[in-house]
């Protein structure tokens, strides 16, 4: 059974960089497949911030390009996110997940909330 | 960008009753779509994938169509465990995929 868990700090400064690792079990991250993470602020919908691969080649919203690096560990089994020069806005849940070939999520972490605040 | 539109934002169904949810894309996304099912506190759950296609474990009354633009989501008899936001996704884009804004089925 793929699981797959966030960690990170839950509150975050504005203009400070926000950092989540997503810990893979079940799985060998090497075996291929992409992974992704998503956010969703309070009470909206969800939005896809990018997905790396195993071999490292990453896919990025375009509209939080400049601001987001995702890595991966595989000798960890991990893979992390990077977001700078967080605001308000970037309050949400943050998921990590597993993206199927086709393009589909078929495995989510629980999701970790993340602050921004002073 | 592909957007993705969800219509209606609620439906009001009482249990037992079907449910029919909308979903349209901007442009086609072939059978590039998927189903997901959120409960208040948890993640996104995948229901359906390739448009029609019932992930592991899916109850059968949960069943997916249409292709190009037009998706339809019917939960044929609503059981308690189905009052949640169902959002769709279109992955016909590879490299980003992106969510429909959600329909929040609840109990009438």
């Known amino acids: 059974q793929v699981q797959l868990q966030e960690s990170g700090p839950g509150l975050v400064k504005p203009s400070e960089t926000l950092s989540l690792t997503c810990a893979v079990s079940?799985?060998?991250?090497?075996?291929?497949?992409?992974w992704g993470w998503i956010r969703q602020p309070p009470g909206k919908g969800l939005e896809w911030i990018g997905s790396i691969y195993h071999s490292g080649s990453t896919y990025y919203n375009p509209s939080l390009k400049s601001r987001v690096t995702i890595s991966v560990d595989t000798s960890k089994n991990q893979f992390s996110l990077k977001l700078s020069s967080v605001t308000a806005a970037d309050t949400a849940v943050y998921y990590c997940a597993r993206r199927y070939s086709s393009g589909y999520y078929d495995y989510w972490g629980q999701g970790t909330l993340v602050t921004v605040s002073s | 960008e592909i957007v993705m539109t969800q219509s209606p934002a609620t439906l009001s169904v009482s249990p037992g009753e079907r449910a029919t949810l909308s979903c349209r894309a901007s442009q086609s996304v072939s059978s590039n779509l998927a189903w997901y099912q959120q409960k208040p506190g948890q993640a996104p759950r995948l229901l359906i994938y390739g448009a029609s296609t019932r992930a592991t474990g899916i109850p059968a009354r949960f069943s997916g169509s249409g292709s190009g633009t037009e998706f339809t989501l019917t939960i044929s008899s609503l059981q308690s465990e189905d009052f949640a936001v169902y959002y769709c996704q279109q992955y016909n884009n590879w490299l980003r995929g992106t969510f429909g804004q959600g329909t929040k089925v609840e109990i009438k």
């Open positions: 079940g799985y060998s991250i090497s075996s291929g497949y992409y």
